[in-house]
């Protein structure tokens, strides 16, 4: 009986174990999604199509929402049983943080508003519209009446306003992800109160929503009994209401980061006896009080603390935490050398250190770290080699270690061998060094590397091969350095999943057949300076995912294909510059940055997309009006425009008056073409212009009183034109901003007026060549960038160069040496009046010109406290008196012209003033002594005796002297010819000199001086 009823008992239990197996397979299916066996419910597709209505869908990711059967569209599950929508996903399909797919991310994002018939979605669990751009739309409060919502994620989607109160009706709700990447703080809460009712919540992030008002925040948190994370980071908090005990200890990620806690305790972490990851970087901590927090917490695996202040050393409390595996400390201004103390943290799996002060060598003990896998050590002072670190091969961590990032240190010696043996590496970061030798042959080994940085170096020798065994590379930049040599398909034939690939700045040579087809699909291809040429490369065609291209000095002689200018489209940044490219160029339908200069292309200027931000077609042979670029299209690209660049081309006709659309264009570049006509009033409508060049066209008119407006200029160059009218106060409130004026070779007139002292960031200033009168203002003395030793000139990396005359030449000036440059040139113009003391107070001028006028008086005394100077030009004035002895203390000084005054007396001795040509000091008949005459009047010397003719012998020697004076004149002829012109023709200072005083004489005759 009892085996029977066991028998019944087993088959019980056997039936009820199938069913609840069955209920369990029923159930878990019944989440799956485009199940064609359901039939959707019609009221909930309605209300689908009407959401659908309201949405902007650019990439069409709702074409599927088509049909009766909304349980089988894109983005939507239905209950297997019932047929009711329970799963909406909606979410950008592209992330935000992969460089790769960026532009993407960008243009797939859903817009609009959202419609409330989603409420019709009674049985909805999971919601997703994330990353998305739902353009200043409030937060909709109806979302808090879907009350059997599980999962809520609404975070970067561009909603503005306060963050509603009715979610407190989610009570079921288990996750709530609401932060805002893209949109900083454009969401607020008042008071968090409706949390609390939240009970079941277990994942909270409201990162970038502003909290400041909410000081219940940690109260409210507290109440949340099952909360396992929580993310509160850039939210404005920096301070909370105390809480008696913690009740939230299940709380495993705790992030604060970005908040301000400067007078915080945080004696209340130490009850998170669950807490594994804490992240409190950049929170303005005091670190003691941290420490006494933390330092015991058994559980702590995981501890951000970058971006705060550490007193430039690491505190002692975090060698007691032993059990640490990710330790972040970046940007702390941690100095000296790394401690030993780091190699007692064991356990450590990830150490960043990067963005500090770190010097010295590398240590080794970091080899001792067993478990280390992520080590970044990027942008510190480190320097000595590399061998210590990798290429001991006793490592125990060479097995282990697989993210390496030493970049922006100043690292030297080779690149060692035993680099090959750390096989699980996928991130080597050596760029911004100063590494030299040859690329590792061993390199090839490391089949996990996913990227491979070393640009920015002295790496010379050729591109091994090996490099093409590496067939998980997404990404190589070996750009800047000295690598040559050619680079053939054989090296790409196994890099199938490359997508970056920066080599540019090396004397490299592609050579491929043409028929060659690429293994890869890039998104960034960076060759400039590569030898590409003659032709077009043509394997460009088979790039469907290029983004970014640079084929600038590249030696491509050739017309670009039309099957380019189609592939384009998909480009966001694209450099051709540099190169030989002839032709016209069609409508640009490319994307935001487009550089052309410097080719031969030639035709009326194209048409070109509206996205387009930055345009260069400088230095080509484009030719016809600017309204049809400027004016047809102000409505198309205005908008966007930020730096637009024609100078150096044929292009003719008046300014067009239509900038009034241009309102983010910040650099303006016509010069030298043939523009002519007076400057237009709508250039005042760019608020926003840095930039203003306009320089040798053949402008004329008065200087518009609408340039007031443009309060951010910073470069202005209007030199070699025609224009007209006094320098009054016509740029206005950008005293504050102007950085160089350039307004040489015009026929501006009247005096320079006092407003000029007011632009107190001027560092070079040039009105050489007008028709100035009036004396030098003494308050020019007052340039407060000028009497800095170390210039402070700030240029933005979209502008490259300038031209600048110095010392009676054109220089280009680079912005890497913009700052070394300040500069005052008032020459050629008809001041009067003496040199203002006052300007010796400017000790940073390196170059002064003030020849040419009608300047009277001295030369300042106290000259030689303008110590930087390189250059003193004050030659065909009618200054007078002795040269200031204290001119000779002037030790920077390379170039003085001091010729055709009245100076008088000795020219001072010193080893500096007589290293100058006697054409320095020429056109003075009172000045005397080297190198202009060998001695002074009065300096005791021997006098050699007088011929007497009435001596015997007389008759003879007259005789001999007039022979020996005949003979003489030939070899005195050569003599003299080239004593005058021989330096002339071999010593550019005195050609420059002679052609200088030559050029005065023409002005002044011409112009009636």
Known sequence: MATVMDR??????????CFLSLATLTCMFAYAGGNPNVLCKSG???????????IVDPYNLLSSWIGQECCTWKGIACDNITGHVIHLNLRNPYDYYDDFAIDDFYQSMLRGRISDSLLELKHLHYLDLSSNNFEDNHFPSFFGYLRNLRYLNLSSTGFVGTIPHQLANLSNLQTLDIHQDFYYMQLQVDNLEWLSHLSLLEFLDMSSVNLSEASNWLQVMNMLPS?????????????????????????TVLDLSGNNFVNSTFDWINSLTSLVTLDLQYTEIKVPLLGVAVQNMSSLRNLHLSGNNFSYTIPKWLYNMTALERLYLSG????????????????LMLLDLSHNRLEGKIPRFLGNLCNLQHLDLSWNNLGGGLYDL????????????????????????????????????????????????????SLGKLSSLRMLLVGYNQLNGTIPVSLGYLSNL?????????LEGLVSEKLFSNLTKLRNLDASSNSLTLQVNTNWVPPFQLQRLWVGSWELGPRFPTWLQSQKDLRELDFSNASISDVIPSWFWSLCSQFSWMDLSQNQFRGNIPSLSCGEYIVFGSNNFSGPLPNVSSGIMYLDLSNNSFHGSLSPLICEQKDKMGGNLFFLDLSKNLLYGELPNCWTNYSVLRALNLGSNKLIGNIPSSLGSLSNLDFLLLSKNNLSGEL???????????????????????????????????????????????????????????????????KLSGTIPQCFGNLSAMQRQISNIIVYIFWRTIFLTLKGAEYELYENTFSLITSMDLSSNNLIGEIPEQLTSLQGLRFLNLSNNQLQGKIPQKINAMKLLECFDVSMNQLTGEIPQSMASLTFLNHLNLSYNNFSGRIPSSTQLQSFSAWSFIGNHDLCGPPLTPSCVGDDSPIEPTPNTNDEGSKDGGWIDMKWFYMGMPFGFVVGFWGVFGPLAFNKAWRSAFFKFLDGMKYKLFNGV
């Open 8 to 17: 019944n008992t087993t088959f019980v239990v056997l039936l009820v174990h």
């Open 44 to 54: 909930e597709r309605d209300a689908l199509l009407t959401f659908k209505k309201g």
């Open 227 to 251: 909360l396992s994370e929580l993310h509160l980071s850039n939210c404005g908090l920096d301070k909370y209401d105390p809480i008696p005990y913690v009740n939230f200890s299940s709380l």
């Open 332 to 347: 702390n201004k941690i100095q000296g050398v790394l401690p030993k103390a780091i190699g007692c943290l064991s356990q």
């Open 390 to 441: 990798l290429g001991n091969s006793s490592s125990c961590r060479t097995k282990n270690l697989e993210f390496l990032d030493l970049s922006g240190n100043r690292l030297s010696g080779t690149l060692p061998d035993q680099l090959g043996k750390h096989k699980k590496l996928y991130v080597l970061s050596l760029d911004d060094n100063m590494l030299s030798g040859p690329i590792p042959v």
């Open 474 to 482: 997404e990404e190589l930049m070996i750009s800047s350095n000295f």
């Open 704 to 770: 518009p009183l609408s340039l007031q407006k443009c309060e951010q200029l910073r470069i202005v160059d209007l030199s070699e034109n025609h224009l007209s009218g006094g320098l009054s106060i016509w740029l206005g409130n950008s005293s504050s901003h102007l950085l160089i004026i350039v307004l040489r070779s015009n026929r501006f007139h009247g005096s320079i007026p006092q407003e000029l002292c007011h632009f107190k960031s001027l560092q070079i200033m040039d009105l050489a060549h007008n």
